[in-house]
């Protein structure tokens, strides 16, 4: 069952607002009331409902609702205006989604970022203005975002190799590339990079969001963990789990947002399940590395992880396949995997147990240890590719018309 928060921004409505929360409290688990400074009774009546009832001096309505917002204390957040009444089938509507939610449209809410549910009919003038008020807000965030990829490393199952993947791939892109990468935990619960690269960060993942507010490049490059005097800075998990319990797809997205607009590169090491901050980082990647080792319940996985990323929508260039723990003389051979994924495969980091354990258990990554090996040399390879379609795909962006499929097979010949 869902819970609801209902917000509403109010100032001398006394007239008017009996009405609304009347229809509300069938409804809302909570109602959060922001009063600009009522003279007359509408605190009274308010509180005849909730004792979530509070005053915030008006500087803008935009202030007043983020206030607001900020104060709901469930996921599910619905704005309202003090006049306005939920019909009868809307309350039905939102009753009967409450009770029995669809996983389909709830990973659709969350994707599409909904803040509020607006009225129905739409009047085409407040609509117009509202796109045009976004466009104008984010073409500049747009603009510096599109320089940066955003590569996540998955697998709906764990212990596959997600980590080592990650970090790895990140400390070779730095390398290759000197451009700054960010390399983010964002497996909350048992995130392994700090182990895996031997750091202790004074700042985390949890206290970045506390403050997204006030979070800018600058800061980025201040509080998350430069890796040894390179360009890989790395923004840690949360030491415990309960800091970072709470986090919205809302406050995620904003992070990715200010990181695109820092770093060429963002690496994501995620956990094994798909929540809604994973589906909202999964969404905003540019590449889906899909990690999987060949034995047929991992295979299984990945073929019902790959459903799932069809029926999101993604690109099938956006997710690519990565067979890690790759043996030649492995029982089920590469075709019949391809056979049964129907795809490609991307990249395959052979198995190198010892390489890889001393690795982990040194807190060194592949190369710094044992540059040589063969899993060492397949993330610098992975790397390079990675980076080279990268800026391929940016060499072609600037050419336009015919010429585009041409350039493109010369730079793949
Ligand atoms: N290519 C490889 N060859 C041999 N062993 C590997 C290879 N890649 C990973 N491993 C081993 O597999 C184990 C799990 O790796 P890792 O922690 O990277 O997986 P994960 O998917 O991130 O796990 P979790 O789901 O717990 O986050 C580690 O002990 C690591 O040494
Ligand atoms: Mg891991």
């Known amino acids: 069952m869902i819970r609801l928060s209902v917000y509403l921004v109010v100032q001398d409505e006394e007239l008017r607002i009996r009405r609304t929360m009347d229809a509300l409290a069938k409804v809302a688990d909570e109602i959060v009331v922001v009063d600009s400074g009522s003279t007359d009774n509408t605190e009274n009546i308010v509180r005849e409902y909730t004792d979530r009832f509070f005053y915030n001096k008006f500087i803008s309505i935009g202030h007043q609702v983020k206030v607001a917002e900020e104060l709901c204390s469930n996921k599910w957040v619905l704005r309202l205006d003090a006049d306005e009444e939920l019909s009868e089938g809307l309350v039905n509507e939102i009753l009967a989604i409450k009770e029995n939610p669809d996983v389909d449209y709830i990973v659709k809410t969350v994707r599409a970022g909904a803040k509020e549910i607006i009225s129905y009919p739409v009047i085409k003038s407040e609509f117009i203005d509202a796109v045009n008020n976004v466009k104008q807000q984010f073409a500049e965030h747009i603009q510096k975002q599109a320089k940066c990829k955003t590569i996540t490393v998955f697998s709906n199952k764990g212990g596959i190799g997600k980590t080592s993947i990650a970090s790895n791939l990140a400390y070779e892109l730095a390398k290759i590339t000197k451009e700054n990468v960010a390399l983010v ?87 094994s399940h798909f929540d809604a901050k994973t589906v909202t980082v999964l969404d905003s990647s540019d590449l889906i590395f899909l990690v999987t080792i060949v034995n047929l319940p991992a295979l299984r996985n990945c073929e019902r992880c790959l459903d799932l990323f069809n029926k999101l929508g993604y690109d099938k260039e956006k997710v690519q396949i990565i067979i890690n723990r790759f043996m030649e003389n492995d029982e089920i051979s590469i075709e019949d995997t391809v056979d ?41 390879e992975l790397a390079i590719h990675v980076s080279d379609s990268v800026y391929r795909t940016n060499l072609i962006k600037k050419f336009s018309g015919e010429n585009t499929k041409r350039l493109d097979d010369i730079l793949r010949s």
Do not use: C, R
């Open 185 to 271: 935990d964002l497996n909350f619960q048992l995130g392994d990079i700090t182990t895996f690269m031997d750091l202790k960060p004074s700042f985390d993942i949890s206290y970045v969001l506390k403050n997204l507010n006030t979070v800018n490049k600058d800061f980025l490059m201040a509080t998350m963990e430069q890796y040894k005097n390179t360009s890989l800075y790395v923004l840690a998990d949360p030491p415990y789990f309960k800091q970072a319990e709470n986090v919205s797809p809302k406050q995620i997205s904003k992070l990715f947002e200010i990181l695109k607009e820092s770093f060429s590169y963002i690496v994501v090491d995620t956990d």
């Open 340 to 380: 049964l994924l129907k795809k490609n495969i991307y990249w395959k980091v052979p198995n190198n147990y010892f390489a890889m354990m001393a690795s982990i258990n040194k807190g060194l990554l592949l190369s710094e240890l044992n540059p040589n090996s063969n899993v060492a040399n397949s993330f610098k």
